[in-house]
């Protein structure tokens, strides 16, 4: 513990974006709770982006929770104003829509200070809603994603953004989330930045966030469409850097019909077959997304 401007310093800041989901924050909000760290050892930092009725949270058991509000400018925007508002020396990331586990905070807590510092740790996203296809299927893309760029747990190359944790002082030094993010891949971005910075993500699999996002078939498919476009920015901003093309991506969705095999191995056909399906439905939105963001782009370039 110690002091800074503004009151007391924390151990950790958790930091949650929100957006007119009051009954999902409240049960994310109930989990923290929960946190084997207990209440004293961290703060929570609610940001409001935007909501058209704004967030008001009372009675969290002595949890500090305090509430941000701020015009909608998109979730990473949300997450840096958070930081700029956090007192814990660490920041850790999760959404409205997600539980973490009992031992959560902990877990991350845990793998920064063995990491010695500058260390981006990344934990698991479970889902919550086994019984709707959009959803599993999205659980089932992510853990893809995960056993294809996070193979070495101290060597990690992507998390997502709603189960990270760090130092505030390395997450202000590479930049923080990039607010030109507005859609996705925003964490993908950071991932990219924190690499290069010469620091390290650690994958912690004791770290667990229950992720409770029902997806019916048009907004498993508008949620993919996004997520094309914000792969199609991230790669200008990839080139921007000087780095090179999408290969690592590319690489990913060749080996994907192995892996899938592998997971669905000894399943029902009739279950093969719906995976299938989905997954072959998200290759098609996702391509989409990314060449429509491509075709705009390249427009906006010409129209200057």
Do not use: K
């Not at 780095?243 to 080996?255: I, N, S, Y």
Request: net charge neutral; charged share 25%.
């Amino acid at each position: 513990m110690g002091t800074r401007a503004g009151g007391i310093l924390w151990g950790v800041s958790v930091i949650i974006p929100t957006r007119d989901r009051r009954e999902a924050l409240g049960a994310c909000l109930e989990a923290l709770a929960r946190q084997t760290m207990g209440v004293g050892a961290f703060e929570v930092v609610v940001v409001d982006d935007g909501s058209e009725v704004p967030v008001v949270v009372e009675g969290m058991g002595g949890m500090e929770v305090r509430v941000i509000r701020q015009e909608n400018a998109g979730p990473g925007a949300a997450r840096n104003r958070g930081v700029a508002e956090a007192r814990g020396r660490l920041v850790a990331f999760t959404d409205d829509d997600c539980r973490p586990r009992p031992e959560w905070l902990a877990e991350l807590v845990r793998a920064i200070e063995a990491g010695g510092g500058g260390v981006l740790a990344g934990g698991v996203t479970e889902n919550g809603l086994p019984g709707i296809a959009g959803s599993m299927v999205s659980q089932l893309i992510i853990d893809l994603v995960y056993e294809h760029f996070n193979v070495d747990a101290e060597a990690a190359r992507f998390f997502a953004s709603n189960n990270v944790a760090c130092e505030r002082e390395a997450y202000l030094a590479v930049g923080g989330f990039d607010g030109r993010f507005r859609l996705a891949s925003e964490d993908r971005d950071l991932c990219d930045r924190w690499l290069r910075s010469g620091r390290r993500l650690v994958r912690v699999d004791g770290a667990r966030v229950v992720h409770g996002h029902a997806q019916t078939l048009m907004e498993f498919t508008r949620l993919h469409f996004r997520y094309g476009r914000g792969a199609s920015l991230y790669r200008r901003m990839r080139a921007g850097r000087g780095e090179d093309g999408m290969g690592a991506d590319l690489g990913f969705h060749r080996q994907l019909p192995g892996r899938v095999w592998r997971r669905l191995r000894g399943e029902s056909w009739g279950r093969v077959l719906l995976v299938a399906g989905w997954l072959v439905w998200w290759e098609v939105v996702n391509a989409a997304g990314f060449l429509w963001e491509e075709w705009r782009s390249r427009g906006e370039v010409e129209s200057r």
